[in-house]
């Protein structure tokens, strides 16, 4: 089994910087892709960025230019870099992992999700 536990939300100030970590531990076999979702009250929840295992990266058009997704690989852990915080940014954010746990099967795995609250 695979786990995937974030840490990093809380409050910031509109403008502001906010660090998302999300780590990966468990039966891990092969990373393909991880990611980060947020989702609103009422909302769907949506892509926020992605990185694949060749470093290859997907935003939403409304983070380019103020978030990134670094990793570290060693660690099997992503990270959502977010600056110049705007408060529509305010969401639960959740992190997704498709990692294969064997050669042959792999799935899709959410962290249990952490709030980002923007506020000043």
């Known amino acids: 089994q695979v786990q995937l536990v974030e840490s990093g939300g809380g409050l910031v100030q509109p403008g502001g910087s906010l660090r998302l970590s999300c780590a990966a531990s468990?039966?891990?076999?092969?990373?393909?892709?991880m990611g980060w979702y947020r989702q609103g009250p009422g909302n769907e929840r949506e892509l926020v960025a992605r990185?694949?295992?060749?470093?290859?990266?997907d935003y939403a058009d409304s983070v380019k230019g103020r978030f990134t997704i670094p990793r570290d690989n060693a660690k099997n852990t992503v990270y959502l870099q977010m600056n110049s915080v705007d408060p529509e940014d305010a969401d639960v954010y959740y992190c997704?992992?498709?990692?294969?746990?064997?050669?042959?099967?792999?799935?899709?795995?959410w962290g249990q999700g952490t709030q980002v609250t923007v506020s000043s």
């Open positions: 997704n992992g498709y990692i294969y746990s064997s050669v042959t099967t792999w799935n899709s795995y």
């Open positions: 468990g039966s891990i076999f092969r990373i393909v892709a």
């Open positions: 990185i694949n295992a060749g470093g290859g990266t």
